[in-house]
């Protein structure tokens, strides 16, 4: 059977002030009326029946996640004592998957990403799915890139490989490559054969753990003593053990760059990873001036702005490509362009022991 | 002896957010930490002692005026019950001296000005108080201006008059100018002989009455009635009457620009009528990035702006020439050159009745 699980690791720091530590990005609104988090399981109905749905999180977001995601079982929600990038989430949701099916096919996917078409979403996924189904094929999914976007990593595929023109099919991974700088971003984009690495991936459970044995060792060990602990009285200590043991590594550099029989199906199914305000610009809908706005909200001779209002009154003066968020205890101000240095403030927060405010 | 009468009728819409009709921008502390009149009394000690000082306000704003100013007297502050621009105010004040001192010599001065010298400011008032105990003479306070300014009205004063060189004294105006255009202006500047228009006034009571009566009969006519019952049990009527009755007229265009014993003391005492954010951006003390903060604001990679916080953090990133203005129930955000159509938003929120926000 097919599985998804739901990684909702992430804290999202670059949406803030809606952001916070206690609020991160899965749990925000900030594309349409729903969580991203809500959304993301919205998407995968119709591929997987929400009591296949797993979700891997902090522990101190598994109530918000239950309470966002009532259709699935509660035992469904993973709680990792302490975030360890992706390799060690997809350890202990594959062991999970094991324990109740030794044939479990997975799709793991990030929690907060948008996906505007749904049906071409979901043809990718059974794509996959249908490739992931061949013993130990590690399966990823690649955005055809729209622009050469240096926040992305990218994936290429082997254009020797026979494409049956349109249709939605795996291909063999020639390489991954991580963000690149601009120049590169052109080169990749001109190449025609570099994909956007969407962070979606798909393969069993029992192929992604032979691959976590044989690539992270070490993460294979902190974790192999779960099998028999999980469903017992000692689960939650036994996964705070192997989290504690387990090295910090993504997935991708961990194991998808040193795998042998990985693919990737290419598609674009108006994905985004809503990485920063100017993402969420650039998904909402403007009005003639290029602005969009959420709340109580007046801008005189303004444009291009992104206003989310709270419980005040906003007026825009003579603005331009600008974001104004506010908060009850919060406002950010902050020029499109510089939307990626909300980050750096939020570390000036922590780093000040602003606790209030992160 | 001589007396000031602090005219405090406006509203000060353009301090929006921070002024509101029920906290208009004379009892702000945009400039430093004193409130606008308290400022505006303070700095007539040494000239004019607080039991001569009286204030024109209106009455909704009396029981703030005596708040601000405990120390001048509560018979002193005079209530309008309604806004008739200056010409009525003036002769409301003027027949209060007259019923005190016939022989008062009154300094007519806006509460919500800013003056950095003020040793010149009291040099400028004794010489314009010297000038005025000539009889029938109207003086005003002109300032030797320092940049083609758009947003002041002009005095010129008769060139062929003799000066001592640099110390203040009176000399005949020749004409007062509207606020002009930008080439006018320079025009102004280049001339040597025009100066800004203070909206500062001195002369004798009974002179400023007999001008009234001369030039604006019609404000005479419906303050004379006054003249017996000020301090009787129908006083207040008797004030609403002539307010109902009269125009609304300012003492500039109705009097000033056609008496004929009018003067000019120019003067420079770092003056400004602070008339919008941008006035108040030049006046306040700025940092290395020419950034000039009040309250909780963390500013990345901006310069330039002027940050009011409240009770909120204000992050501002990549932002410049930006003027930020955040209270309890409405946010600001502008273009330090837009600063003159925060007026316009207050018109908006008051043609759309939303009463709470101006």
Partial sequence: MV?????????????????????????????????????????????????????VTHRRYVDRTREQLPSVPEENILAEPVGRNTAP???LAALQLLARDPDAVMIALPADHVVRNVGRFHKALQAAVRKAEEKDTLVTIGIEPTHPETGYGYVQYDSQADRNGDDMEALPVRTFAEKPDAETAERFLDSGDFLWNSGIFVWRADAILRAVQRHLPKVFRAFKPLRNALGGPQETEAIAEAYAKSPSISIDY??????????????????SDVGDWTAVYALRKKDKQGNTLKGNAILNDSSRCLVDANQRLVVLIGMHDTVVVDTEDALLVCNRESAQQVKNVVDYLRAHQLEEYF
């Fill in 3 to 55: 599985y998804a699980v739901i990684m909702a690791g992430g804290i999202g720091s670059r949406f803030w002030p809606q952001s916070r530590e206690s609020n991160p990005k899965q749990f925000l609104a900030i594309h349409d009326e729903n969580t991203l988090i809500r959304n993301t399981l919205s998407r995968l109905q119709g591929v997987v029946p929400d009591e296949q749905v797993f979700v």
């Fill in 89 to 91: 989430c997809i350890a």
């Fill in 254 to 271: 961990g194991v998808m760059e040193r795998a042998e029989k990985v693919f990737v199906v290419p598609a674009s199914f108006g994905w």
